[in-house]
């Protein structure tokens, strides 16, 4: 699995075990809220060996259970700016998701439960596109039924990644 993909795989496992379990096995990392929320957005980090991993994320607008938008940085491995869409569902074998930021269209390839930009490239023009945009629409192919879209908010998007940029040292 590549390095940039690692990074937000650990960022969606700090999601997906509550603070509390966290804190009593003491094996994952507990995150720390960076601010305030920004409007759909939190802004988060945690500790890693040889570094921290700082992230973002929102939940689409239908609140659909199990389904987040993250951009994540990781000091240990220094990737930034990898995004990531967890569906909530598992994706069609090799199915590819759209991405449509206000008319800015990508393509993601998708592993189990999870969309990614394939290269570090893309998830520059990504954020790029999210920095400047007002929603994202993510379609996908569920392996079992018809195609699902998630829409995002992107009010607050800004503000959320310049706290994990200045929490793990990156300049825009």
Not at 33 to 45: C, D, V
Not at 96 to 123: C, M, N, P, Y
Not at 134 to 149: D, L, R, S
Request: aromatic share 6%; hydrophobic share 40%.
């Amino acid at each position: 699995m590549p390095k940039r993909t690692v990074a937000a795989v650990l960022a969606a496992l700090a999601l997906a075990v509550p603070a509390k379990a966290q804190e009593t096995k003491g094996k994952q990392p507990v995150p720390e809220r960076l601010g305030e929320p920004s409007g759909a957005w939190n802004a988060y980090t945690y500790k890693v060996a040889n570094g921290k991993v700082c992230y973002l994320v929102a939940e689409p607008q239908s609140k659909r259970k199990g389904a987040n938008a993250l951009v994540t940085h990781n000091t240990a491995d220094k990737t930034t700016n990898v995004v990531s869409f967890i569906a909530g569902y598992v994706f069609a074998e090799k199915a590819e998701v759209d991405l449509d930021i206000d008319g800015q269209k990508f393509k993601l390839f998708t592993e189990k439960d999870t969309a990614w930009a394939r290269d570090s490239e893309t998830d520059r023009k990504i954020v790029e596109a999210m920095i400047r945009g007002k929603q994202a629409v993510v379609k996908g192919q569920p392996a079992k039924g018809a195609a699902m879209t998630d829409t995002y908010s992107l009010i607050g998007f800004t503000q959320a990644l310049n706290e994990i940029d200045k929490a793990c040292g990156i300049k825009r």
